[in-house]
């Protein structure tokens, strides 16, 4: 049981995603040379209000096994630059053709899509750079590198999102289906950041294989409650327009198991997600805390 109280966590995650934005912001000026404009677009997607789930997760894993934020704050930004990336082009007209995200204009319709698909190379591409160049020791660096590399290619978040779309055209599809897309699309990056992290901190093989089995749960509950929210979820809380999948015939949880059934899915991965802390031991409170956090959010 977490000794950290909701508010607690929540007050905690609130600074440290300032923090976050802060360094964001550095990080995300690519200077001389970029394109005013793309530039723009760029800041525009990068900076826009948003949960910082990922980075967060790179933090507290880091913590959780001996080391201080800032040494893993490159590797936190990293993965958020990632992930930015893969929303603007997951919005596109050819991919989810999505118009509003985080609350306001998709990238492609507050600037054009040629300049979207760029907005979203030039942060995946910048995103290894920081890690290259900023990342300590070298040793971590690299292991940062090949981890995202995999975690974002054509295996895993890349090919989670190729049979996504893929499965809109089936005539119907089945639970372990689903399960392969949501491991690759959503929870690699999930748990590539909670391994990321680890990495910045010269974690054991224990604390690593622990919060790997963390990180996988807790993104197939992830993206359980996420496809719970786009059935019943309020579009201004979540910042986007609420039942497109359904609109769209997505394979989803609640369209093969029912919202009740969904929700108790859910609930028991997260709890089956702390009990793999336990290689952690004290010191896993936060992860344990975000854990709660993620199946009882509202957006």
Known sequence: MSDITTDEFLQNASRLRDRVNEQLEQFGSLGDGCPERLQQAIHYSLMAPGKRLRPLMVLYAAEACGSRYEGAMPAACAIEMVHTYSLIHDDLPAMDDD????????????????????????????????????????????????????????????????????????????????????????????????????????????????????????????????????????????????????????LTYPSLLGVKESQQRANTLVHEAISDLAPLRLHASRLEALANFVVQRNH
């Open 99 to 250: 118009d509003l995200r985080r609350g306001r204009p998709t990238c492609h319709k507050a600037f054009d899509e040629a300049t979207a698909i760029l907005a979203g190379d030039a942060l995946l591409t910048r995103a290894f750079e920081i890690l290259a160049v900023h990342q300590k020791p070298v040793e971590a660096a690299n292991w940062c590198c090949a981890e995202l590399a995999v975690a974002a290619g054509g295996t895993q978040m890349v090919g989670g999102q190729a049979d996504d779309l893929n499965a809109e055209t089936l005539p119907d599809g089945d639970l372990d289906h689903l399960i392969s897309i949501h491991r690759r699309k959503t929870g690699a990056m999930l748990t590539s950041s909670l391994r990321m992290g680890a990495m910045t901190a010269n974690a054991t093989d224990e604390q690593l294989q622990g919060l790997t089995a963390y990180g996988t749960k807790l993104g197939l509950a992830f993206q359980i409650v996420d496809d719970l929210l786009d059935q019943v979820g309020e579009e201004e809380k979540m910042g986007k327009r609420a039942g497109q999948d359904s609109d769209r015939g997505k």
